[in-house]
């Protein structure tokens, strides 16, 4: 590449510019609502042991007589 002519070299450095920027948004354009799918499970179960785990710390700090600032 370094002994190409210029416009080749151009042109080679532009289709992989071209090659690095399509590739992402191609994977997100088709993968994109099957991704989302996937995650809402996991998101569910993570906001009820957030919440479980939040409830459980809160009863154990009012046991011990702390209070909640």
């Keep these: 590449m ?4 210029r416009p080749a070299r151009r042109r080679r450095a532009l ?3 071209g ?4 590739a992402p948004l191609a994977t997100l354009a088709f993968s994109g609502s099957a991704q989302a799918a996937e995650i809402t499970p ?6 009820d042991t957030v919440a ?16 909640a600032q």
């Design 42 to 47: 996991i998101a569910e179960y993570l906001d």
């Design 2 to 5: 370094a002994n190409a002519p």
């Design 52 to 67: 479980t785990t939040s409830a459980q710390v809160g009863a154990v700090v009012d046991a011990l007589g702390f209070a």
């Design 19 to 22: 090659a690095v920027v399509a």
């Design 15 to 17: 289709t992989l510019v």
